[in-house]
């Protein structure tokens, strides 16, 4: 038996195998690790994505409302889109870009926040307005 009759076929079969692999590599590698509202989103929706927010958005599986507030899932870190996140020795809050604010004091238990037209309220009920 001539053996270049049985390397032919095996050697067209290790071809085929190595294309299917590098076929669903690149399929696999399209991918990023990270989805928004149950979608996993291509390397290149990620790309955009991160341009038109300016930042870099790290792995998970992320909840994103109609206002552009988030929540990571994976690691329940939570924000909103144009806000700043503030931290002080009694606790954490953020600002945002439409002149609201809100604090949370450890310290205290409670919460405060306020509005860009002067409404100041706590997480306990009080409120000015």
Same mark, same amino acid.
């Given at each position: 038996?001539?053996?270049? /009759?049985?390397?032919?076929?095996? #050697?067209?079969?290790?071809?085929?195998?190595?294309?299917?692999?590098?076929?669903?590599? *690149?399929?696999?590698?399209?991918?990023? *690790?990270?989805?928004?509202?149950?979608?996993?989103?291509?390397?290149?929706?990620?790309?955009?994505?991160?341009?038109?927010?300016?930042?870099?958005?790290?792995?998970?599986?992320?909840?994103?409302?109609?206002?552009?507030?988030?929540? #990571?899932?994976?690691?329940?870190? /939570?924000?909103?889109?144009?806000?700043? #996140?503030?931290?002080?020795?009694?606790? /954490?809050?953020?600002?945002?870009?439409?002149?609201?604010? #809100?604090?949370? /004091?450890? *310290?205290?238990?409670?919460?405060? %926040?306020?509005? *860009?037209?002067?409404?100041?309220?706590?997480?306990? %009920?009080?409120?000015?307005?």
């Amino acid at each position: 038996m001539n053996t270049n /009759s049985i390397s032919k076929p095996i #050697n067209r079969m290790l071809v085929a195998v190595a294309f299917v692999f590098a076929a669903l590599n *690149s399929v696999a590698n399209d991918y990023s *690790s990270v989805a928004v509202n149950g979608e996993l989103l291509t390397q290149e929706q990620l790309y955009v994505l991160q341009v038109q927010l300016g930042t870099a958005i790290p792995a998970g599986n992320y909840l994103l409302d109609g206002e552009g507030c988030w929540l #990571n899932l994976t690691t329940g870190v /939570s924000g909103c889109i144009g806000s700043v #996140n503030t931290y002080s020795r009694y606790g /954490s809050g953020e600002r945002t870009s439409d002149g609201s604010w #809100n604090q949370y /004091s450890h *310290s205290a238990g409670m919460g405060v %926040g306020g509005t *860009s037209d002067g409404c100041i309220y706590t997480t306990t %009920g009080w409120s000015n307005c």
